[in-house]
């Protein structure tokens, strides 16, 4: 028999109080009235008659209610966990795979499957060894011991963590534990929810033949309700100012259960509450909100959308880094003055593009430093720059769009720049010339759409002599645009300029975005997320934008207040995700370096509460013998708080305190009545 | 009397009417006596009314029918009827009770049955109640019943002290002989009650004295070691009854037996009442052995 409320038990101690009664008020009692004592002489009762219970049998009777009673409270369970595993003499190897994922922080599945796990600690016989293994994303064996006392002290020590949910890592220390065991009788048992989420077991997760697996639900059968912020979104918008950038942050909400209405959602930078809203959301549905446009710091800055707290915490804040995106830098080359490409770029908000506009006899090697594309607008070769330099720019990563107008030249392009273009500078064809089919997946020109593009006709094109890499085929077949790597930059080579010479392009509305995605696909460039979910990795020159300054070694406070480092020599490349909230990177031996920030947060997938049969993780993981093993593997155990809401044994208990108190009653009646005095 | 149904006190004071209660009383133990136990009577002729069929032929005045040859009948009164007066004691200790009902209450129904007993037969019916001094008076008079009964139901148990004072100024202020019932639990020697009652006894009235104990006082069960408090002078003495028992009985039974011998003599009728006992059965015992009294005189 076990105790759900074991503490109840305390309540023994009321069994002294009759006694403690009968020592204590027996001297304070009223005394007894009579009518005239003229007949009663003095005879004091001796000390020892004190001692001695008035009543055994009443006293007996009381002290079995009051014990009873303290025993209902404490919640018996009859029964035990041991028929879950078996009952046979056989030394057994028990591997606990403890789901310690977010979803298990829902009302009452950690404290089941920590009741369920300790019932199994109760249940191991002599010779039994149990290796308890936590899982989320990733599975750790935290202890494996034969006394119950040291699993229960690592069991005291486990908490629901942030991460999401995987079996398939849980699963493969499952089968390396039990291969490694030399036990007759191997037995998994798996504590979790079983969201589906987790899923992601293969052919691959399998146990070894003759392994029982007993899969144990702790999610219960009460309906899930939880509120979550799913996702942030931060959009820059040009402010008022010169230059200056503001932010509008919007967050996508989600609720699970009963409909919620005028919760309240507040945006929260650096600590300090800035805007509020109130929404409403339908029963298990979601919706969006967006705040007013706030100042965006040129300096990374902790944020966050907060929703009301419910019975879930952990998912109800989203953080995030707030910062304006840096630049990205261009440098556009002109054999004649045209405005068209560098207002275009510059009128971008998102990313915000600085273009430094050269003509192609002044650039020189310095106008690269910190660019990262170089745009030829009408084919004019920078020979100030010269080939090698340009190239090795490329190869470095730098991107280039060589758009081979009426500047372009074969006799200007050094040799040492042809391995920029493919085949070469082609020569000038007139006539004119449209677009006659683009690929419209690619993502140089995917999001503008191909209809306006290939409606452009062109007065001249030039001929580009290349078979792969085809973006764009004129309507006589040749190729129009061609992107090629080289190195760790991309090159982009289209036959067309793009100063308005030969075409109206530049003034036409899809233009910009035109010339916008393509120096975007050359710089590679993509949007720093503001946020990544827990178990991400992230190396430091991710977040720094630029390689050559997230070199060395960086020390990382996690939002528990967590140290450690990362990069360099003896420490791990990237920065492990694990909990909810922001890190903060700083480079180690750089006095006065700001803190560079990471914002992490529960993956979205974990807020999924669906869960599936357990059943069909044993299937998985036993494949054909789980049909032989059948009958070895029963329905999930009832946790001990199941089988005591099943057995109600209290109830019985308390129907044992009733008839003892009758008992005492009849018992109490008998004695002689106290003296009383009325009319 | 042994074949009629005893009537439990505790089940006559949950009545509440004493009135009702003493009728019933009366009319229980009334039947069982062989003659009207009369307390004390003389009767005179009255007057003469002319005979209807069904009077007993036995009251005809044939003398006067001899003179007159009409048929009259001779009709008496009391005319010297006896002033009967309950004395209760109302004193603390007369509040005791020991699972049943207190002394006071059996000895208001005692008194409640005896005044209507003796106002059935004419007699002048008075109350008086006491502790320490005389609380309330009710003169004897033949109309006075009501107010007895009114009286005997707002008595309550309070104070206490000697009887000898409330009854030397109860004898003083009687100018007719009479019958004096005293109720009260008589927690003083012998030799004092009798000095007490001499005054009435004195003055040539009938004393009956019924002294009402509860059960409990004259068996002591009580069995634990605790602390007594006197009703009446509120002090306390720590007493271990089982220890005390059996002198206690022995002082009892001496103390009743000193008083049965005091107040054997005389003009005194001295009954013990335990509060136990049918109240019906009480005062048969109480007039039946009045009546033998009465006629051996």
Not at chain 1, 230 to 244: D, I, L, N, P, Y
Not at chain 1, 245 to 274: D, H, K, M, Y
Not at chain 2, 215 to 221: D, I, K, N, S, V
Request: aromatic letters at 6%.
């Amino acid at each position: 028999m076990g105790l759900l409320a074991p503490l109840f038990l305390l309540g023994l101690a009321a069994i002294a109080v009759p006694l403690l009664m009968h020592l204590v008020h027996r001297e304070k009692r009223e005394p007894t009235a009579f009518p005239s004592l003229m007949l009663l002489e003095r005879t004091p009762a001796p000390f020892t008659a004190r001692r001695h219970l008035r009543d055994p049998l009443l006293f007996l009777l009381r002290a079995l209610a009051v014990a009873a009673l303290a025993l209902a409270f404490a919640r018996p369970v009859l029964g035990r966990a041991r028929a879950l595993l078996g009952g046979d003499a056989q030394q057994r190897e028990i591997v606990v795979l403890l789901d310690r994922s977010f979803s298990m922080r829902l009302p009452g599945r950690w404290s089941r499957a920590m009741a369920a796990t300790d019932s199994i600690i109760g249940s191991m016989a002599r010779g039994d060894r149990l290796t308890l293994v936590a899982f989320a994303r990733r599975a750790e064996a935290l202890v494996s011991a034969t006394e119950a006392s040291v699993l229960r002290s690592a069991l005291q020590g486990l908490s629901p963590s942030d991460d999401g949910t995987r079996f398939a890592p849980a699963v493969a220390l499952a089968r390396e534990l039990a291969e490694k065991s030399e036990a007759p009788r191997k037995v998994v048992v798996v504590l979790s929810d079983f969201q589906r989420s987790g899923w992601d077991l293969s052919a691959e997760s399998r146990l070894p033949a003759g392994v029982a697996v007993h899969p144990i639900d702790v999610s219960g059968a009460a309906s899930v309700s939880d509120r979550a912020v799913r996702a942030v979104t931060v959009r820059a918008v040009k402010g008022s100012g010169e230059g200056s950038t503001r932010a509008i942050v919007a967050a996508r909400l989600s609720n699970v259960g009963p409909a919620v209405r005028q919760i309240g959602v507040r945006l929260e930078v650096s600590g300090r509450v800035v805007q509020q809203r109130v929404v409403d959301i339908a029963r298990d549905g979601a919706t969006a909100v967006e705040f007013d446009a706030i100042p965006l710091p040129p300096d990374a800055v902790p944020a966050r959308v907060v929703l009301a707290n419910d019975s879930v915490s952990g998912d109800d804040a989203y953080h995030f880094r707030l910062q304006a995106a840096p630049p990205l830098r261009v440098l556009a080359i002109e054999g004649r003055p045209s405005p068209f490409v560098s207002r275009a770029l510059a009128l971008n908000d998102d990313p915000r593009i600085e273009v430094l506009v050269r003509r192609a006899e002044g650039a020189t090697a310095a106008d690269l430093v910190g660019r990262r594309v170089v745009i030829l607008v009408d084919g004019a070769f920078p020979r100030g720059l010269g080939g090698d330099r340009l190239v090795q720019f490329v190869r470095e990563g730098g991107g280039l769009i060589a758009a081979l107008g009426e500047q372009a030249s074969a006799r200007t392009w050094p040799s040492a720049a042809r391995a920029l273009v493919p085949g070469g500078v082609g020569e000038r064809r007139s006539g004119t010339m449209a677009l006659g089919t683009m690929d419209a997946s690619h993502p140089a020109v995917g999001e503008i759409g191909s209809g306006a593009l290939l409606a452009t006709r062109f007065a001249a094109t030039r001929a580009i002599d290349t078979t792969g890499g085809v973006v764009a085929r004129f309507a006589d077949g040749r190729a129009a645009l061609v992107e090629h790597a080289l190195g760790a930059g991309r090159v982009v080579t289209m036959g067309m300029g793009l100063d308005g010479t030969w075409s109206d392009l530049p003034t036409q509305p899809l233009f910009l975005p035109f010339v916008v995605n393509l120096t975007r696909y050359a710089a590679a460039w993509r949007a720093a997320p503001v946020a990544e979910a827990i178990g991400a990795r992230v190396r430091p020159s991710d977040i720094a934008g630029t390689g050559a300054s997230a070199v060395g070694q960086w020390a990382v406070e996690s939002p528990s207040g967590e140290r450690s480092i990362v990069g360099g020599a003896n420490a791990p490349a990237a920065l492990e995700l694990t909990e909810a909230g922001v890190y903060a990177m700083r480079p180690r031996g750089v006095p006065g370096a700001r803190a560079r920030l990471v914002a992490a947060n529960v993956p979205s997938a974990e807020l999924d509460f669906a869960t599936m049969d357990p059943s069909r993780l044993v299937t998985a993981v036993l494949g054909d013998a789980s049909r032989d093993a059948a009958p070895a593997t029963p329905p999930a155990e009832p946790t001990p708080a199941e089988r005591e809401a099943r057995q109600s044994a209290w109830w019985y208990v308390l129907l044992a305190v009733l008839l003892l108190l009758l008992a005492e009653s009849v018992v109490a009646r008998r004695a002689p009545a106290p003296s009383r005095v009325g009319v | 009397m042994t074949d009629r149904v005893r009537l439990d006190p505790a089940t006559l004071v949950r009545i509440g009417n004493l009135e009702l209660v003493a009728r019933w009383v009366v009319e229980g133990f009334i039947s069982g006596l062989h003659r009207s136990p009369h307390l004390g009577y003389s009767t005179d002729f009255a007057e003469h009314r002319p005979y209807v069929p069904g009077d007993d032929i036995r009251h005809v005045d044939w003398r006067v029918f001899a003179r007159t040859e009409r048929t009259y009948l001779k009709t008496y009164e009391a005319d010297t009827n006896t002033n009967v007066t309950v004395l209760l004691d109302v004193s603390a200790s007369m509040g005791y009770a020991h699972g049943g009902i207190s002394k006071l209450q059996y000895a208001k129904l005692a008194a409640a049955t005896l005044s209507w007993f003796s106002r059935r037969q004419r007699d002048r019916v008075g109350l008086v109640t006491f502790a320490e001094e005389v609380r309330e008076i009710v003169p004897p008079s033949a109309r006075h019943l009501p107010h007895v009964l009114h009286t005997l139901e707002r008595a309550t148990a309070r104070g206490g002290g000697p009887l000898a004072g409330p009854l030397a100024r109860i004898a003083q202020s009687q100018q007719r002989r009479g019958v004096f019932v005293l109720l009260s639990d008589l927690y003083e020697p012998a030799s004092a009650i009798a000095r007490a009652l001499a005054p009435l006894t004195g003055a040539g009235h009938d004393v009956i004295v019924l002294q009402v104990l509860d059960a409990a006082e004259r068996t002591f069960p009580f069995g634990d070691a605790t602390t007594f408090r006197d009703l009446e002078s509120g002090e306390r003495l720590p007493v271990t009854p089982a220890a005390m028992r059996a002198r206690y009985l022995a002082a009892m039974d001496a103390h009743l037996t000193a008083m049965r011998g005091a107040l054997s003599g005389g003009r005194v009728d001295y009954h013990l009442i335990d509060t136990s006992h049918p109240l019906e059965r009480v005062l048969f015992d109480v007039l039946a052995r009045r009546e033998f009294l009465r006629t051996a005189v």
